[in-house]
């Protein structure tokens, strides 16, 4: 056999290059001798991995159960059409029994009594009414030193760099709240808070005392926040007690 036809013996594969056909498929040994340098350490650390997780399932006494399922059609479909034909008939029932009342139409040449905005933006109006956190120096005579209304437009600026910067503080690779009690904590706290200042921003309509309400406003955040960091706390250790023994179920330590 010449060297020419050893070489083409050699490198022949499926097209690639690379690959080897299926009926002369390398051995290990043979794949690892044809590498050099950081292509041949790549594949050692890989296969190396590949087979310690495979003699580590085989010696495991655990048993990896087939996940079941339901089908499309009919079954997911069919619950599906049922969920959405509930919700809809409540909806064309209480549109039927509690149909909402029309006032009398606007006039045109005169400021209403009451300005809102969207109902998605009454976190954002309620900051703006924020004048009683509005600072009083005594060395201006008593004077603030700006604005209500630029004050609370500073707040909105804060309040959203706030939930701009909450990303970049937080690089956890955490999914679920109890696994980082904190940053769920925070997220608790914020939703609660934009809750709490949509109300201040109605609070001409709200049935509470204006003084009540703004200290709600501030107060039931924090509750929240530490109930919240307090339970989940307290989950966490059995939480990733249970989440490392299924581990080590999977992979047994040597």
Known sequence: ???NESETKEIRTDGTGIVAPDNETPTWSERKARKTGLSRLTYEYFERARRE???LRTESDYVERDVLAFPTWPHETVRNLSIASFFVGMILFLSATMPPHIGAPANPS????IILPDWYLYWSFGLLKLNPLNPELAILGGQKIMADRTYGVLANGVVVGFIAIVPFLNKGSARRPVEQPFWAAVGVAGVVFAMTISLLAVKNLMPMNVDLLFDLTFLLPIVFGTVTYAVLK???EGY???LNRRYYRLRPPK
């Not at 005169?110 to 009594?113: E, H, I, L, V």
């Open 1 to 3: 056999m010449s060297d």
């Open 53 to 55: 997780d495979q003699d």
């Open 110 to 113: 005169q400021t209403p009594a």
């Open 234 to 236: 307290t989950m966490r």
């Open 240 to 242: 990733m007690y249970n």
